[in-house]
T-cell receptor, first 118, second 113 residues
Framework: AQSVTQLDSQVPVFEEAPVELRCNYS??????LFWYVQYPNQGLQLLLK??????LVKGINGFEAEFNKSQTSFHLRKPSVHISDTAEYFC????????????????FGTGTLLAVQP | DTGVSQNPRHKITKRGQNVTFRCDPI?????LYWYRQTLGQGPEFLTY????????KSRLLSDRFSAERPKGSFSTLEIQRTEQGDSAMYLC???????????FGPGTRLTVT
């Protein structure tokens, strides 16, 4: 079974400042890792994913994340945030790689509200 | 490709009534997932289909819940005898079997009064 921990429920930051949203996971098998963003009353939009290969993955809107297997972490970073980045961010894990028998159901953390202030 | 769509977007119902939600996945995606999200929480897995077969159901899916995916296309999620605890956002996602990544619809927000 997998689990995800997002320790920070809310991260306030000033516009144009850098930000890091933390995510730690636990799993007994190899995993896929994801970051999703959710704006109020909307569904989830995929920001970026780690499936295999390079541990530094780049996503949309200038976000990037680094997979650290030894620390079981997948922290999300952005060098300079904008007001429009204010949203809820969810880290998620699923079993991988997919041999056809895995469900790939996503296990989500409880989310981190990124609040960008002017 | 118009993405995953869900209908209705909002549903208000009285306790004890039945409700049905619909999800239309991305057309070539053979996997379809349902999740439930309550306020302040991350989405929780309910069930998933590969083509028309329902392959796994979460323990969260009580016997009042039923999901179908006839012909492996759209899916419906029905809740019978709704309870106030069913109030949540119901999210649908679809994917290809070997891709590992899921694309979400806008969700259906259910309010049970």
């Amino acid at each position: 079974a997998q689990s995800v921990t997002q320790l920070d429920s809310q991260v306030p930051v000033f516009e144009e400042a850098p930000v890091e949203l933390r995510c730690n996971y636990s799993s007994s098998v190899s995993v896929y890792l994801f970051w999703y963003v959710q704006y109020p009353n909307q569904g989830l939009q995929l920001l970026l994913k780690y499936l295999s290969g390079s541990t530094l993955v780049k996503g949309i809107n200038g976000f990037e994340a680094e997979f650290n297997k030894s620390q079981t972490s997948f922290h999300l970073r952005k060098p300079s945030v904008h007001i429009s980045d204010t949203a809820e961010y969810f880290c998620a894990v699923s079993e991988g790689p997919n041999y056809g028998g895995a469900t790939n159901k996503l296990i989500f953390g409880t989310g981190t509200l990124l609040a960008v202030q002017p | 490709d118009t993405g995953v769509s869900q209908n209705p977007r909002h549903k208000i119902t009285k306790r004890g009534q039945n409700v049905t939600f619909r999800c239309d996945p991305i057309s070539e995606h053979n996997r379809l997932y349902w999740y439930r999200q309550t306020l302040g929480q991350g989405p929780e897995f309910l069930t998933y289909f590969q083509n028309e077969a329902q392959l796994e159901k979460s323990r969260l899916l009580s016997d009042r819940f039923s999901a179908e995916r006839p012909k492996g296309s759209f899916s419906t999620l029905e809740i019978q005898r709704t309870e106030q605890g069913d109030s949540a956002m119901y999210l649908c996602a679809s994917s290809l079997v070997y891709s590992g990544e899921q694309y979400f619809g806008p969700g259906t927000r259910l309010t049970v009064t």
